[in-house]
């Protein structure tokens, strides 16, 4: 069934949309408020790039926002790595009193976040058809703000290449149409995969690091955030697709106590051309550096086979 909205009806949804800051002033004002609702959002990025951080920062400002208190919001994170701790949440919750001078008890906003372990495909393919249900039922006591999922790449590991499409086709579509439907930001943190390529005018084999889950996945995304770690805790935040108008780029620090903060101007007075110059460097040397690894994972796989073989040179053969 095909549903055509009026002009009107497209009026009052845009009214109803709303923001979820993400902590950093810089990329809130690039995407124009935050994390959008009715949308989704692919936030990617390799390990220990931030993805799980943000993800929490993300969480606890949307149950602790003027807005989150007063509908006594609530957030859901479906986790398939076992990254949900909650001393994270009780760092946020010692900043946010320290700089409002205010006393919430870390329980309080422990309890308004809603967690789910996923440990295969199956148990995630489950979860997210059953996110309807969980949203109706809470929605007469509770407000679910926000729906976050990390990493929603994982579980799609266990799939053959052929198995991958129609399973992200159908999930994305399932979660978009909550998204849709109840208003709600839904954010899929997805890892970062070497892809190979030939240039078109020297046939050239080059390698990018791209989303885990491909063409498919980034296409159905409304929103599409990366995070490419550059020293310590610094972080380039790359918005390559935006629900809100244009792209752009911005730095940030990433620290479990702080949450994230804008790097200084003295840290940040490169062009976007000399940053994505960087940014392609160290995919590349990322790239090689797992080259050589699984070449050496290969070696030494022959290696022990070897070992196990008989000596059948000491029969003369």
Known sequence: MIVVLTHEQIREMIKNFFYIPTGSIKLDEILQGGIRSNALHELSGLSGSGKTQMCFELMFNAVTSTE???????????????????????????????????????????????????????????????????????????????IVFDTFSAPFRELRGYERTPQIYELTSVLGGLAQDFNIPIVLSCDMTPIQYRTDDTNEKKIV???????????????????????????????????????????????QESGIIDVPNTLKRKSEEEYQREVAEKRRERAEQKKEMAEKNKAEKYLRLYKKLPAVMDHGF
């Open 68 to 146: 989150g208190f007063l509908n006594n919001s609530t957030a859901v994170y479906i986790g398939s790595k076992k990254s949900f701790f909650p001393e994270r949440i009780k760092h946020f919750v010692n900043r946010y009193n320290k700089d409002k001078g205010t006393e919430l008890d870390p329980e309080t906003v422990l309890k308004k976040i809603m967690f789910k372990q996923v440990n295969d495909f199956d148990e995630l393919a489950f979860t997210v058809h059953y996110l309807h249900s969980l949203i109706v039922t809470c929605k007469n006591h509770k407000n679910i703000r926000l």
């Open 209 to 255: 690091m791209d989303t885990a889950l491909g063409d498919h996945f980034a296409a159905r995304m409304s929103q599409r955030i990366e995070l490419e770690k550059i020293e310590d805790d610094v972080i380039i935040v790359k918005v390559w697709k935006n629900c809100a108008g244009r792209g752009g780029l911005t730095t940030v620090k990433i620290d």
